[in-house]
């Protein structure tokens, strides 16, 4: 099975079926998307598919074969944060930190879609949960992240 993540191509040995969070972070030691639920519902191994934001933790790693695969690790350009990423730092958003990787590639998705979301687009598209709830923090950054253009 090939995959592309962070833009590096890898050939991988595993089981269609097996999800994506498992390749990544056991296989390619990718450890940026976390294991928080198992179900697809919490949002702490979202990665990028395409663009689009994914919960790897049920997404079999097959459907991302041959596929653009961005985790957190990926974000940054040559040393370069991405505007999410340095707005999360500048408003000071994560607190315990476990799903903010998902959180951030969450953000980039609803930027590329709405360049300048509203506080209700922003509440749609952030599905992820934040046990430490730093909700307000996140939208913060998202508007600040807004303002200064983001690349997808």
């Known amino acids: 099975m090939k995959l592309n993540v962070n833009g590096k191509s890898h050939t991988l040995d595993v089981e269609p079926e097996m999800p994506l969070l498992w390749a990544l972070r056991d296989e390619l030691d990718i450890k940026g998307p976390k294991f928080g639920c198992g179900i697809a519902q919490c949002g ?13 933790c ?8 041959g596929q653009k695969v961005i985790t957190i690790e990926g974000l940054a350009d040559k040393g370069k944060l991405h505007a999410v990423q340095q707005a999360w730092i500048d408003h000071q ?7 903010q990787g998902g ?7 609803l930027l590329k879609k709405k360049p300048k979301p ?6 749609a598209a ?14 913060t950054a998202i508007h600040a992240a807004a303002k200064k253009g983001t690349r997808a």
């Open 44 to 56: 702490s191994c979202t990665v990028l598919l395409n663009g689009e934001p994914v919960r790897s």
């Open 58 to 65: 049920t997404y079999p790693v097959s459907g991302a074969s």
């Open 93 to 99: 958003v994560p607190q315990c930190g476990y799903c």
């Open 103 to 109: 959180q951030m590639l969450a953000a980039v998705a």
């Open 118 to 123: 509203t506080d209700e687009d922003i509440d």
């Open 126 to 139: 952030m599905t992820n949960i934040c046990r430490c709830g730093t909700y307000a923090r996140m939208r």
